[in-house]
Every structure is written in structure tokens, then in C-alpha cells.
T-cell receptor, first 113, second 113 residues
Framework: GENVEQHPSTLSVQEGDSAVIKCTYS??????FPWYKQELGKGPQLIID?????GEKKDQRIAVTLNKTAKHFSLHITETQPEDSAVYFC????????????FGPGTSLSVIP | KAGVTQTPRYLIKTRGQQVTLSCSPI?????VSWYQQTPGQGLQFLFE???????NKGNFPGRFSGRQFSNSRSEMNVSTLELGDSALYLC????????????FGQGTRLTVV
């Protein structure tokens, strides 16, 4: 089945700097890659997603890039703010009869004011 | 529009007991997925239901089971609880088309003592 790895596990950046989180996946048939943000005491919330027919997608300060050949995808957050502090999960859809989403282990991002 | 509702929010059970958790999806959402979240294992997929049928199942023992009702509400049951079952159990709903956003509830925090 699908396996998703994520690095780094923790990340601290100064407010205003950029943050980059990288993920790799194992199933070359996966075609959907969402990113979730989880704040303390809350369930994960989708922040951006990308499909395999697209190499890059941007939404304001957040961007995701996908390299299907290398089976890598990355989240880029620019101009970080303290409210960006949270745990971020990458995920990939497993190509079974009905797709299920497999999550990476998460990255705890701290933005230092 | 109401979000995904999980009840109860917190639960304490004794080893050997069983527990039932409930999830009410967003109105109009027909797919419900369950995840177990622990500090060591991250977000682990339990199972997914659509139209009262289990479509996908993760690698959990048979003590973990679920069901979905005709109104799309779902329950999961864990029998013969073990200490290692202590976790945050998250439910997510989606419209059930492939590769669409999953909306998570706040979870049920289960503690087994």
C-alpha cells in the first residue's frame, strides 16, 4: 500500500520567513495530494491540494509543488505569521477501488514573533 | 452549514470494556472515514463508509468495527479495549466523489485505563 514520508518533523522559523515541508510517497498511481493543518484541540483542516495533472498550485501565501517522476511534493509557506504555527500533514490518495487518503507523520511548525 | 460533529468529545474507559463513538457528517456528505491519531503513529486510516457499506479498511484488528446508517451518520465500535487504544479518534466526511476535500470533526479523545 501507499506510504508517505514527511520532513522535517519539527520546524521553527522567524515571523516573515518562509517555511518548506517536504513529502515523498511510494505509490506511483497516487493522483491526489492534500495538505492539512491541525491546530491544538481541533481536527485537521484542508489548506491546499494538488492533483497529478498539475505541477504547482498557489493560494495566497501557500503553494504546493509536485514532482511525479521523483514522487515528491512540497508545501511552501511565505511571509509566515504566528497563526501559521500548527501541525501540518501531507497526504496521498491510495489508488484502490475507492481512494483512501494516507497521511504523513506530520510537521510541527513554530513561527517565532 | 454545520460541520462534522463527533460525540462524545472525551471518554474514559477501562481495559476490556467496549466503546461506541458517533459521527454526524456535514449535510449532503455521503462518505464517512475514521482515523486514529496518536503521537507515535500519527493519523492512521481505520475505515471508510459510503451508503451504509464499508468501502475501504485499514490495518486494524477486528476489535475495531464501524457502521453507517441511512442518514449517513456513522458509528465506530472498539471491543475489548486495550491501553494502546488510547487515542484521538477523528471522523471525516466528504461528498464521496473521488479526491475531494474531507472535512474533519474535532475528534473523540479516548483514554483507556
Amino acid at each position: 500500500g501507499e506510504n508517505v514520508e514527511q520532513h522535517p518533523s519539527t520546524l521553527s522559523v522567524q515571523e516573515g520567513d518562509s517555511a518548506v515541508i517536504k513529502c515523498t510517497y511510494s505509490d506511483s498511481a497516487s493522483n491526489y495530494f492534500p495538505w492539512y493543518k491541525q491546530e491544538l484541540g481541533k481536527g485537521p483542516q484542508l489548506i491546499i491540494d494538488i492533483r497529478s495533472n498539475v505541477g504547482e498550485k498557489k493560494d495566497q501565501r501557500i503553494a504546493v509543488t509536485l514532482n511525479k517522476t521523483a514522487k515528491h511534493f512540497s508545501l511552501h509557506i511565505t511571509e509566515t505569521q504566528p497563526e501559521d504555527s500548527a501541525v501540518y500533514f501531507c497526504a496521498a490518495s491510495e489508488k484502490t477501488s475507492y481512494d483512501k487518503v494516507i497521511f504523513g507523520p506530520g510537521t510541527s511548525l513554530s513561527v517565532i514573533p | 452549514k454545520a460541520g462534522v460533529t463527533q460525540t462524545p468529545r472525551y471518554l474514559i474507559k477501562t481495559r476490556g470494556q467496549q466503546v461506541t463513538l458517533s459521527c454526524s457528517p456535514i449535510s449532503g456528505h455521503r462518505s464517512v472515514s475514521w482515523y486514529q491519531q496518536t503521537p507515535g503513529q500519527g493519523l492512521q486510516f481505520l475505515f471508510e463508509y459510503f451508503s451504509e457499506t464499508q468501502r475501504n479498511k485499514g490495518n486494524f484488528p477486528g476489535r475495531f468495527s464501524g457502521r453507517q446508517f441511512s442518514n449517513s451518520r456513522s458509528e465506530m465500535n472498539v471491543s475489548t479495549l486495550e491501553l494502546g487504544d488510547s487515542a484521538l479518534y477523528l471522523c471525516a466526511s466528504s461528498v464521496a466523489d473521488r479526491n475531494t476535500e474531507a472535512f474533519f470533526g474535532q475528534g473523540t479523545r479516548l483514554t483507556v485505563v
